[in-house]
């Protein structure tokens, strides 16, 4: 998540959006409301197929309970890419496996006790709870010992910059999950997640010995929430999260006096490893020149199964192909089925297939990567302009239970971020996100987080829309270039 695009999600839900589809809905048969734009029968045999199989969820099941965490660079990781690769050639699907070089870092030893503070019990240390977060340099194997300086945002730190040389910075910036709870867990994520990836280098350059995050997400089990950082040419340094409550209880201790923390994380950054996208296409017809690209990541972080990042978007998307397979579907435009690799540490897969790409038609891009929730409409990156081409999908959206949509500028998934950035529509499925924090990251995403019957609504929701855009009759407007920021 080098663009840290999974903070901008979740924005104003748009009532007024509300309001245009039920104004348009009102009075008009479903087959009325989508009468030349798309076949309707065609997209209701879509949906239907979509809710009655679980394919998608047997495909999860494989890439979590048989391999597991993966992690770019990892053993993982490339049985994820086997694994995905054999079964869009058992669907029938195009495959290419186009080469990708990618970060190589692996976890360590992580340990961290309290072994000051006041009115310590003679004898006594605490253990903290804590992750190495990627990226992290390594202490020395006996670890280091150091004060703790606890800072509350970016502002703080700089304020007390006399303070920070030669210790622990500690980040207490908390998740809101009020935010969450509220449909606003991407601003919520944006927040803390910002410190999260920034921090430990603002600490580098004052001089910190090390950098510790309080855990970016709710649902506060004492579970650390791993994640990337950057370092933006600071000097590495040891870098944790650590669990909600094991910052809070730093911040009561050094309330009432100094602490001194025990360190030890030892991770290594090595080489550039080799790995691959995968990429399953169904050609298209008399437009297949044209590409409407749908997808979700084939890595995950290595602390758990990866089943909401992003095991359950790409299984979304491999449901999508396996529904026009079997109902024997032949798109106007050519849809490709992709598996990015090495979004979490890098984008290194994102990146490579824009530089490799980008002069090909590419007529909207579809990511998902938010999760296994319950599908409450579309988040959609289109021109004002290009919005009221949408208004005959809503009525099949609604069907669903998914009747939102939110028009967002330059939204869109990590991976399809360049893509995005260059003017390319893009779309994600706006989901339920309460929970996703509560997990996202942790030992805790495992299958089990994943209902099925979310997924097959998901699966319906991404194959109407993947199939929507594949058969448009007009093109859609590209949006301005932006600059894409690391």
Request: aromatic share 6%; charged share 20%; no cysteine.
């Amino acid at each position: 998540m080098m663009k840290m695009t999974k903070m901008n999600l979740h924005k104003t839900a748009g009532l007024a959006g509300l309001m245009t589809l039920l104004a348009i809905s009102a009075g008009s048969s479903l087959a009325e409301q989508t009468a030349g734009v798309v076949d309707v029968s065609t997209l209701m045999r879509i949906r239907d197929a979509a809710l009655k199989s679980d394919y998608a969820y047997e495909r999860l099941t494989e890439l979590t309970d048989q391999i597991g965490p993966r992690l770019s660079g990892s053993l993982g990781a490339e049985a994820a890419v086997t694994l995905v690769a054999e079964g869009m050639r058992r669907d029938g699907l195009q495959v290419s496996l186009p080469a990708v070089k990618v970060p190589h870092w692996v976890r360590g030893i992580e340990t961290a006790e309290l072994v000051e503070y006041a009115h310590r019990p003679a004898g006594l240390t605490q253990k903290v709870v804590l992750t190495a977060l990627g990226g992290s340099a390594a202490t020395a194997a006996a670890g280091l010992t150091a004060p703790v300086v606890i800072v509350h945002s970016e502002e703080e730190l700089q304020q007390r910059a006399a303070e920070i040389k030669g210790r622990i910075v500690l980040f207490d910036v908390a998740y809101d999950q009020h935010l969450a709870d509220n449909g606003h867990a991407g601003e919520a994520y944006g927040d803390a997640g910002w410190i999260r990836f920034y921090g430990p280098a603002r600490a580098s350059r004052l001089g910190a010995a090390a950098a510790l995050v309080r855990s970016v997400g709710g649902a506060d089990y004492r579970l650390p929430h791993t994640g990337m950082t950057g370092w933006d040419g600071a000097a590495p340094i040891p870098a944790a999260a650590v669990t909600a409550e094991d910052a809070m209880l730093m911040s009561r201790l050094a309330a009432k006096g100094a602490i001194q923390l025990h360190l030890t994380l030892t991770p290594q950054t090595l080489p550039d490893a080799d790995s691959h996208n995968v990429i399953g296409e169904i050609g298209g017809s008399d437009k297949a020149a044209e590409i409407v690209i749908v997808s979700g990541h084939l890595d995950s972080w290595d602390l758990a199964q990866g089943a909401i990042d992003d095991g359950a978007g790409l299984a979304a998307a491999l449901g999508v192909a396996d529904v026009f397979q079997q109902l024997g579907l032949k798109p106007r435009r050519t849809v490709r089925i992709i598996g990015w690799m090495n979004e979490e540490n890098g984008v290194r897969g994102g990146k490579a297939y824009f530089a490799a790409n980008q002069l090909q038609h590419h007529f909207a891009a579809i990511e998902s990567d938010i999760g296994g929730g319950r599908p409450l409409g579309l988040i959609a990156s289109v021109s004002r302009e290009n919005e009221s081409q949408f208004a005959a999908l809503k009525p099949l959206l609604r069907s669903i239970g998914a009747p939102l949509f939110e028009r967002h500028e330059y939204a869109g998934g990590t991976d399809i971020g360049a893509l995005t950035a260059s003017g390319v529509p893009a779309f994600e499925p706006l989901l339920d996100t309460r929970s996703y924090f509560s997990y996202h990251h942790t030992p805790a995403d495992t299958l089990d987080k994943v209902e099925p019957e979310n997924l097959r609504r998901q699966v319906a929701l991404l194959a109407m829309l993947t199939w929507y855009l594949a058969e448009m009759p007009s093109e859609l407007k590209h949006l301005p270039a932006v600059a894409d920021e690391e």
